[in-house]
């Protein structure tokens, strides 16, 4: 079906000149033409999207899909149903399911389950090491000839450095991407939140921003002895962010991602022990959360990421020190981006929306995230002016842990469109 | 001023004023606990759980001995003769006691926050007994009231707090009182015993013994876990026992001393000391009674 979309916005980073206000004629799934006063053909479906953005289908670079193994968290389906309500048309699966995704047929199995049962696309992160176990490589040349382009344990640090250094070393002749989990686990074992005031009022163990930063340099001193791209996954504090500017300005391939939770929430919200508050990196301060914020104003921070991490009703409603870390992300990051970036720290549409497509798209090694006349018709239709409440009930994921519950946001996702597919449509 | 909360999950969260109606009404209750006959009408026909997910035995004792004298059913339950133990959920187990339509669950727990997790789930009312290195409130009011018994007013006191303040929600729950009452609070330990950023809460931190001890009008000394020793936290008892461990000598010679039990004597406390003229250690014990009879019928009270 042919699809016309008139009067939007268009937000289309890596493309200078096909920004502001211009029609997209979709066919065959494939944009045929962006222009002015585009004519809808016979049968050809029209979208308005007056007074709303345009974007290219937002790809999110860092998603628990929970299949296999826990699919009582999340599966593909309700994970890419979730996504597309979010704006999202490509999400990266991180390997830490079960079994982990750390050989060639996990890949395919998530691939083929993507397909039959997905409804946008999803692409995986492999592991650094067999089991995430911390002590053998994987098999790198299989998993990239089976179309992975990124490796982590996410989850947990490769704590032996010389392995990591090996790690980043061979992955760079694919070239792999390594993506660094950085937690020095002895720091931060047992800990519950961020190490603090707020934790030692709470009688909660803090989990100390040294137990990152540590992590941080000595994976950026390592991809520079290995000579490697890295990417560094949700960082948290004011000491990571620096170290990455730093290192970015001697010349290192170095990138790095937020959440919308890190550049939104202090470890405040921990008062009353609400476990949607229980995320791991924690929460931290509130330099910290302007310490995100600038980074990704100034570039230092290239990627916005959810850590989509879900969980059973159940394993959420118990004891903090108890239950699980992680909180459902996919359904409120933009909004969060543009209500807390745009609207209340004034960072550029362009920014925002370059750190949820061309950038991670970048990372994963698409091609994506960009509109183009005859590239893929995955684009993400939003208004700016709706106002509207987040609802856990109302989520389509399976996970409704969230500490944004209650809170008005401003602008949402009206329509996201996937291969010339409309999969998701506000009502 | 009046108690008007269907739960106590802190001393935190309380004002002077509520702080003070209880401390006046346990003066009441503890006129009855030194009577012959001790029994009171008070709580006849309403059922209080003890739900002691975690080893106690004075804390329980005192709860269940508070509500039988004031007439009310008690019951016991604890983690090892419950089915927490077979992994039914902190949820479970409370819905349940409340669908028996007990009044009051006293909770004693290894994870803070349970208590106000409870409290928000269920309609009976909630007495924290202790919630991991939260709070400790009933030992925080015995404690109050103890003081205030011996030194009349707790305003402009020089108390210090010796020990393990980062494991400690006695500490906690002390700090927050005492400064709530006007005292002056000082607290006494190693670097690796103290949570981060204590002194925000308004107390001076000293590392070593110095003249702060010698200032303090009471000495309040905390229980050292002695696994501690093995969490990296300590090189050994020996050497804390010579740096922190306290004998007349090393406190005013007018300063009272009061622990929160069971004391690892020779450790952070000389046996004479202890059980000495100086020590309100065992007045602790029964207004601990008297503070916890005043807790249950306040909380009542508000039905």
Same mark, same amino acid.
């Given at each position: 079906?042919?699809?016309?979309?008139?009067?939007?916005?268009? %937000? =289309?980073?890596?493309?200078?000149?096909? !920004?502001?206000?211009?029609?997209?004629?979709?066919?065959?799934?494939?944009?045929?033409?962006?222009?002015? =006063?585009?004519?809808?053909?016979?049968?050809?479906?029209?979208?308005?999207?007056?007074?709303?953005?345009?974007?290219?289908?937002?790809?999110?670079?860092?998603?628990?899909?929970?299949?296999?193994?826990?699919?009582?968290?999340?599966?593909?389906?309700?994970?890419?149903?979730?996504?597309?309500?979010? $704006?999202?048309?490509?999400?990266?699966?991180?390997? !830490?399911?079960?079994?982990?995704?750390?050989?060639?047929?996990?890949?395919?199995?998530?691939? &083929?389950?993507?397909?039959?049962?997905?409804?946008?696309?999803?692409?995986?992160?492999?592991?650094?090491?067999?089991?995430?176990?911390?002590?053998?490589?994987?098999?790198?040349?299989?998993?990239? &000839?089976?179309?992975?382009?990124?490796?982590?344990?996410?989850?947990?640090?490769?704590?032996?450095?010389?392995?990591?250094?090996?790690?980043?070393?061979?992955?760079?002749?694919?070239?792999?991407?390594?993506?660094?989990?950085?937690?020095?686990?002895?720091?931060?074992?047992?800990?519950?939140?961020?190490?603090?005031?707020?934790?030692?009022?709470?009688?909660?163990?803090?989990?100390?921003?040294?137990?990152?930063?540590?992590?941080?340099?000595?994976?950026?001193?390592?991809?520079?002895?290995?000579?490697?791209?890295?990417?560094?996954?949700?960082?948290?504090?004011?000491?990571?962010?620096?170290?990455?500017?730093?290192?970015?300005?001697?010349?290192?391939?170095?990138?790095?991602?937020?959440?919308?939770?890190?550049?939104?929430?202090?470890?405040?919200?921990?008062?009353?022990?609400?476990?949607?508050?229980?995320?791991?990196?924690?929460?931290?301060?509130?330099?910290?959360?302007?310490?995100?914020?600038?980074?990704?104003?100034?570039?230092?921070?290239?990627?916005?990421?959810?850590? #989509?991490?879900?969980?059973?009703?159940? &394993?959420?409603?118990?004891?903090?020190?108890?239950?699980?870390?992680?909180?459902?992300?996919?359904?409120?990051?933009?909004?969060?981006?543009?209500?807390?970036?745009?609207?209340? #720290?004034?960072?550029?549409?362009?920014?925002?929306?370059?750190?949820?497509?061309?950038?991670?798209?970048?990372?994963?090694?698409?091609?994506?995230?960009?509109?183009?006349?005859?590239?893929?018709?995955?684009?993400?239709?939003?208004?700016?002016?709706?106002?509207?409440?987040? &609802?856990?009930?109302?989520?389509?994921?399976?996970?409704?842990?969230?500490?944004?519950?209650?809170?008005?946001?401003? $602008?949402?996702?009206?329509?996201?469109?996937?291969?010339?597919?409309? %999969?998701?449509?506000?009502? | 001023?009046?108690?008007?909360?269907?739960?106590?999950?802190?001393?935190?969260?309380?004002?002077?004023?509520?702080?003070?109606?209880?401390?006046?009404?346990?003066?009441?209750?503890?006129?009855?606990?030194?009577?012959?006959?001790?029994?009171?009408?008070?709580?006849?026909?309403?059922?209080?759980?003890?739900?002691?997910?975690?080893?106690?035995?004075?804390?329980?004792?005192?709860?269940?001995?508070?509500?039988?004298?004031?007439?009310?059913?008690?019951?016991?339950?604890?983690?090892?003769? /419950?089915?927490? /133990?077979?992994?039914?959920?902190?949820?479970?187990? @409370?819905?349940?006691?409340?669908?028996?339509?007990?009044?009051?669950?006293?909770?004693?727990?290894?994870?803070?926050?349970?208590?106000?997790?409870? @409290?928000?789930?269920?309609?009976?009312?909630?007495?924290?007994?202790?919630?991991?290195?939260?709070?400790?409130?009933?030992?925080?009011?015995?404690?109050?009231?103890?003081?205030?018994?011996?030194?009349?007013?707790?305003?402009?006191?020089?108390?210090?707090?010796?020990?393990?303040?980062?494991?400690?929600?006695?500490?906690? /729950?002390?700090?927050?009182?005492?400064?709530?009452?006007?005292?002056?609070?000082?607290?006494?330990?190693?670097?690796?015993?103290?949570?981060?950023?204590?002194?925000?809460?308004?107390?001076?931190?000293?590392?070593?013994?110095?003249?702060?001890?010698?200032?303090?009008?009471?000495?309040? +000394?905390?229980?050292?876990?002695?696994?501690?020793?093995?969490?990296?936290?300590?090189?050994?008892?020996?050497?804390?026992?010579?740096?922190?461990?306290?004998?007349?000598?090393?406190?005013?010679?007018?300063?009272?001393?009061?622990?929160?039990?069971?004391?690892?004597?020779?450790?952070?406390?000389?046996?004479?000391?202890?059980?000495?003229?100086?020590?309100?250690?065992?007045?602790? +014990?029964?207004?601990?009674? @008297?503070?916890?009879?005043?807790?249950?019928?306040?909380?009542?009270?508000?039905?």
């Amino acid at each position: 079906m042919n699809l016309l979309i008139k009067n939007g916005d268009l %937000v =289309n980073p890596g493309k200078p000149k096909l !920004n502001g206000k211009l029609d997209l004629l979709v066919k065959q799934g494939k944009i045929a033409k962006i222009g002015e =006063n585009l004519k809808a053909g016979k049968g050809c479906q029209v979208i308005d999207a007056t007074r709303q953005y345009v974007f290219p289908g937002l790809v999110d670079l860092h998603v628990h899909l929970r299949e296999p193994g826990h699919e009582y968290k999340e599966d593909i389906a309700s994970g890419t149903k979730a996504a597309a309500r979010g $704006g999202f048309t490509t999400i990266n699966c991180m390997p !830490n399911t079960e079994p982990p995704i750390d050989n060639r047929s996990v890949v395919e199995f998530v691939r &083929e389950v993507a397909k039959a049962s997905g409804v946008i696309r999803v692409v995986t992160t492999a592991c650094i090491t067999k089991g995430r176990a911390g002590k053998e490589l994987v098999e790198m040349a299989d998993l990239y &000839e089976a179309g992975v382009r990124t490796l982590s344990d996410d989850g947990d640090m490769v704590e032996d450095a010389h392995l990591m250094r090996r790690a980043l070393e061979y992955a760079g002749m694919f070239p792999l991407t390594i993506i660094s989990h950085a937690e020095v686990a002895g720091l931060s074992r047992g800990g519950d939140m961020n190490e603090g005031f707020v934790s030692t009022k709470l009688g909660l163990k803090g989990i100390p921003a040294a137990a990152e930063e540590i992590a941080v340099a000595r994976d950026i001193r390592l991809a520079e002895l290995a000579k490697a791209r890295l990417h560094l996954a949700h960082l948290s504090t004011t000491g990571s962010i620096e170290l990455l500017r730093t290192a970015q300005k001697r010349g290192l391939p170095i990138t790095g991602e937020v959440t919308p939770h890190h550049f939104t929430l202090t470890d405040e919200e921990t008062v009353g022990y609400d476990t949607s508050t229980k995320v791991n990196p924690p929460l931290r301060e509130r330099q910290d959360v302007l310490a995100c914020v600038r980074g990704i104003e100034d570039g230092t921070i290239s990627c916005i990421a959810t850590d #989509h991490a879900p969980h059973a009703g159940f &394993e959420k409603e118990r004891e903090y020190s108890r239950a699980p870390f992680g909180i459902s992300g996919l359904e409120t990051a933009v909004s969060l981006a543009f209500t807390e970036l745009h609207l209340k #720290h004034k960072i550029p549409l362009a920014t925002i929306i370059a750190a949820l497509t061309i950038n991670p798209a970048r990372i994963l090694a698409l091609d994506i995230g960009t509109l183009a006349e005859n590239g893929p018709a995955s684009l993400t239709i939003f208004d700016p002016n709706l106002k509207w409440r987040v &609802e856990p009930s109302a989520f389509l994921s399976k996970g409704k842990s969230t500490p944004f519950a209650g809170r008005e946001l401003t $602008g949402r996702v009206s329509s996201t469109i996937y291969n010339g597919r409309l %999969v998701y449509q506000f009502d | 001023m009046s108690f008007t909360r269907k739960d106590l999950l802190g001393i935190e969260e309380l004002s002077a004023g509520e702080i003070q109606s209880l401390l006046v009404a346990a003066v009441s209750f503890k006129e009855i606990i030194e009577r012959n006959v001790k029994k009171v009408p008070t709580l006849r026909g309403k059922t209080i759980i003890n739900l002691f997910l975690e080893p106690s035995t004075r804390t329980r004792i005192s709860f269940e001995l508070a509500g039988k004298y004031l007439s009310a059913d008690v019951i016991n339950i604890s983690a090892g003769g /419950s089915s927490v /133990s077979k992994g039914e959920s902190l949820l479970d187990t @409370a819905k349940t006691l409340e669908a028996m339509k007990a009044d009051y669950l006293v909770v004693r727990t290894p994870f803070a926050g349970a208590p106000l997790y409870l @409290a928000k789930m269920v309609k009976s009312a909630v007495i924290n007994a202790g919630d991991g290195a939260h709070e400790h409130p009933t030992q925080a009011l015995l404690d109050l009231f103890t003081i205030q018994e011996k030194f009349q007013q707790i305003r402009s006191l020089k108390v210090a707090i010796i020990g393990d303040i980062s494991h400690s929600r006695v500490a906690r /729950s002390n700090i927050w009182g005492l400064l709530k009452l006007g005292a002056e609070v000082t607290l006494i330990a190693p670097p690796t015993l103290l949570p981060i950023d204590i002194e925000k809460m308004g107390v001076k931190v000293r590392f070593k013994i110095d003249d702060e001890l010698k200032k303090a009008d009471l000495v309040y +000394v905390l229980r050292l876990q002695r696994e501690r020793q093995r969490g990296g936290l300590l090189p050994g008892l020996r050497e804390y026992a010579r740096l922190y461990g306290i004998n007349s000598s090393r406190i005013s010679k007018k300063a009272m001393v009061m622990h929160p039990g069971p004391l690892n004597q020779g450790i952070e406390i000389d046996d004479e000391l202890a059980y000495g003229p100086r020590s309100l250690v065992t007045d602790q +014990v029964t207004n601990g009674l @008297a503070v916890r009879m005043a807790v249950l019928y306040l909380l009542v009270g508000k039905k």
